[in-house]
């Protein structure tokens, strides 16, 4: 009897101080990993939920054995922050050592188009783009329009424009006659305005007649950094400055160009980064 209490008391000695190499399963019996969860109801594993103040900030996240966050630690950060670059937004996020990196992806793209389709513009003063100039804003992406980003970062803005001449004047003599229409895209962004230039042809032959509104579309890209959450206001306008050769100048009429021909102006905006 004293030898077999000695041999249990030996085993039971031996288990505290001989580390354990083995595996652990949840829902089954043969783990295939250290931790090996299944479940057949698809219930889900829950990570710890905090609320981060921002990515290169670890609390309120602490170690359990003090000193900082060991690499890989994972959350799943509850709050939005909107003061820059480093925001944080609902989602699982992960710790690198100096900073919480998304462990999801984050989408956002947003299209603003014109309408509706084939508005008429007016030619403008000749003194194109300054206080005399005759803007005339696209329905649908004129003032009153905005952008809310869900994330801060940078966003790729696309602008895409077209413009059609209008009806020209038939020729006094000759069988064939054209002119151009020029003008100016206005793209104004949290104030800042940015202008490109378009232009269109219109032309007459007397064996064929009108042929007009040859479209002329045009392309920005912009790239800016914003901040969620922010409201940032935009509007698209035009100014048509050139008209010679048009019926009634470009003024009123058939004469006038076309802003939208066949295809909306748009502005679209997406998350990059």
């Excluded at 076309?258 to 998350?271: A, D, I, L, R, S």
Aim: include cysteine; proline fraction near 5%.
């Amino acid at each position: 009897m004293k030898k077999t209490t000695k041999l249990y008391l030996l085993t039971f000695l031996l288990g505290i101080f001989i580390p354990v190499k083995a595996q652990v399963a949840i829902g089954k019996t043969t783990p295939e990993g250290m931790l090996d969860l299944q479940n057949n109801n698809s219930i889900g594993l829950v990570f710890p939920k905090v609320a981060l103040t921002a990515s290169n900030v670890q609390a309120p996240v602490t170690n359990p054995n003090g000193g900082s966050l060991v690499e890989g630690t994972v959350v799943f950060n509850t709050n939005v922050t909107n003061t820059g670059a480093n925001d944080v937004s609902p989602g699982i996020y992960a710790w690198d050592g100096s900073q919480w990196n998304p462990q999801y992806l984050r989408e956002q793209s947003e299209k603003f188009e014109q309408s509706p389709l084939d508005i008429r513009t007016e030619t403008g003063s000749t003194a194109y783009n300054n206080g005399s100039s005759d803007w005339m804003e696209v329905d649908g992406i004129g003032d009153g329009s905005s952008f809310t980003p869900k994330y801060s970062g940078i966003y790729r803005i696309e602008t895409n424009f077209n413009f059609g001449a209008g009806k020209i004047n038939l020729p006094s003599s000759g069988k064939m006659s054209m002119s151009t229409q020029e003008g100016l895209f206005r793209f104004t962004f949290d104030g800042t305005p940015h202008v490109v230039y378009t232009h269109s042809y219109s032309l007459y032959n007397e064996d064929l007649g009108y042929y007009e509104q040859f479209r002329h579309d045009t392309s920005q890209v912009f790239y800016v950094n914003l901040t969620a959450g922010q409201v940032y206001p935009f509007k698209v306008e035009i100014d048509i400055f050139v008209s010679d050769g048009f019926e009634n100048n470009g003024d009123s009429g058939d004469g006038r160009g076309h802003v939208g021909v066949e295809k909306p102006c748009t502005v679209e905006f997406t998350f990059i980064e």
